[in-house]
């Protein structure tokens, strides 16, 4: 190996090794988060993910806060006690001390605080519904940055497997240029393209490095912290298990948080138009009274009570106008995002049956042919029917399908990810 290609390769170790070791102060924390583990599974990351991202962590914080709205709204206000006293009786020997306490407390119509209490529940359960929105949504980018991954670290085996394959390449041209039965283009071809691969690994290197780092920050970790290698295969049945989309429709309009969110939401609104409407009936206020200056005891303990008069009828015609526009708005908003889940479910399935069909492709035509073509290639240069160039030709493509299948299993993990996203599916993230 050359001076030259040796210093490429110490480059690229450094790449590599700069995220394949953890630094001492996040040691700890990654053996005790993939302890034992020699390869990252695909589930055991979600859960990690939901078990330690902030944005979940945030989301479940909004519906603790939610929870305990009902119990505040649905509840009497505070009685009201007040303590008044004639100053100037304190020091006068003349009269008596004279002093007054009174009790009142607020009583809103019946049924008012029913309704806030269910519209407040109402609102808790589109926080419940956000908290699931949140962690389908992470699932999905989580499930994507593992197939990120497998596709960084199988390119890397193939772009590793390919650079040795080219250095007997060179060393085969070499011989047959020394013994005159081909030009120096040849080896040098060969070092020229041996010395891309080498460039084509540093910056697959860096890929991978930039990858771990948001793998981290989801994970809510140091960005250089370990994380174990991908599997170094994706299981990919030979048949289509993608059914037709339309059979999973009615699943996903049943089952998508966003929408279970934005009905609970349109029943809040709902509830906000029945309470506009019993703006119109008065409120009560029950008081009490003991006032040490009237002389006659009788007349010192009082008692009784008031009713508000909600005679502003504009401003209570409003707030009804506000709340019915609202459900509407809503209600549309229901309609638009029905159509979009439709949408993304047939896509979804569509684009899942097309990735398996292209794996059945690869593995059965395009693998198998291009591994075909180097060898005929090969043995073609070594009696001289072939050119160098086609030889390197062979090489590059047989490479090209080999990174391409790899996408291709990972695009259907990709695609069915999607799918389980757009049914509503949570399983994988339990």
Same mark, same amino acid.
């Given at each position: 190996m050359?001076? !030259?290609?040796?210093?490429?390769? /110490?480059?690229?170790?450094? /790449? @590599?090794?700069? /995220?394949?070791?953890? =630094?001492?102060?996040? #040691?700890?924390?990654?053996?005790?988060?993939?302890?034992?583990?020699?390869?990252?599974?695909?589930h055991r990351l979600m859960r990690a993910v939901e078990e330690r991202n902030p944005t979940v962590l945030s989301a479940r914080s909004a519906l603790e806060a939610a929870l305990a709205r009902p119990s505040q709204v649905g509840s009497l206000s505070d009685p009201m006690v007040s303590y008044t006293f004639? =100053?100037?009786?304190?020091?006068?020997?003349?009269?008596?001390?004279?002093?007054?306490?009174?009790?009142?407390?607020?009583?809103?119509? =019946?049924?008012?605080? !029913?309704? !806030?209490?269910?519209?407040?529940?109402?609102?808790?359960?589109?926080? #419940?519904?956000?908290?699931d929105t949140v962690r389908l949504r992470l699932a999905l980018l989580t499930s994507h940055l593992f197939d990120d991954?497998?596709?960084?670290?199988?390119?890397?085996?193939? &772009? &590793?497997?390919?650079?040795? @394959?080219?250095?007997?390449f060179q060393r085969i041209a070499t011989t047959r240029y020394a013994a005159g039965e081909t030009s120096q283009q040849a080896p040098l071809r060969a070092e020229v393209e041996a010395a891309h +691969?080498?460039?084509?690994?540093?910056?697959?290197?860096?890929?991978?490095?930039? +990858?771990? /780092?948001?793998?981290n920050e989801l994970l809510h970790r140091e960005p250089l912290a370990y994380v174990p290698p991908p599997p170094t295969e994706l299981v990919v049945a030979e048949q289509s298990d993608a059914a037709w989309p339309g059979d999973r429709i009615e699943e996903a309009l049943a089952a998508r948080p966003e929408l279970?969110?934005?009905?609970?939401?349109?029943? #809040?609104?709902? @509830?906000?138009?029945?309470l506009a409407r019993f703006e119109s009936k008065p409120d009560f206020e029950l008081m009490g009274s003991y006032n040490t200056m009237w002389q006659r005891s009788q007349h010192r303990f009082m008692v009784g009570a008031g009713v508000s008069l909600p005679l502003y009828r504009p401003r209570l015609r409003a707030a009804q106008a506000e709340a019915e526009a609202a459900a509407r708005s809503l209600e549309s908003d229901i309609a638009g995002l029905a159509d979009r889940v439709r949408t993304e479910v047939t896509t979804a399935g569509l684009r899942l049956g097309e990735a398996q069909r292209v794996v059945s492709l690869y593995r059965s035509r395009l693998l198998p042919a291009s591994s075909d073509q180097v060898s005929a290639a090969l043995a073609?240069?070594?009696?001289?029917?072939?050119?160098?160039?086609?030889?390197?030709? #062979?090489?590059? &493509?047989?490479?090209?399908?080999?990174?391409?299948?790899?996408?291709? +299993?990972? &695009?259907?993990?990709?695609?069915?990810?999607? @799918?389980?996203?757009?049914?509503?599916?949570?399983?994988?993230?339990r």
């Open positions: 050359s001076d !030259r290609r040796w210093k490429i390769h /110490v480059v690229v170790g450094l /790449v @590599l090794g700069f /995220v394949a070791t953890t =630094p001492t102060a996040t #040691a700890g924390e990654s053996s005790a988060l993939f302890e034992g583990e020699s390869h990252l599974d695909r004639a =100053p100037q009786s304190v020091v006068s020997d003349v009269v008596p001390y004279g002093q007054v306490l009174r009790f009142s407390q607020h009583v809103p119509y =019946p049924g008012k605080r !029913r309704i !806030r209490r269910e519209i407040a529940e109402a609102e808790s359960d589109a926080a #419940a519904e956000s908290v991954y497998y596709v960084i670290e199988r390119a890397i085996e193939i &772009n &590793n497997e390919h650079v040795e @394959l080219l250095e007997m +691969l080498l460039h084509r690994e540093v910056v697959l290197g860096t890929e991978r490095a930039v +990858l771990l /780092v948001k793998l279970r969110a934005a009905g609970a939401a349109l029943e #809040a609104r709902r @509830l906000e138009i029945e073609g240069f070594r009696t001289g029917e072939v050119s160098f160039l086609a030889l390197i030709e #062979a090489e590059r &493509n047989q490479r090209s399908v080999k990174l391409e299948y790899e996408q291709a +299993l990972a &695009n259907v993990h990709r695609r069915r990810a999607e @799918l389980d996203h757009a049914v509503g599916r949570m399983e994988k993230t």
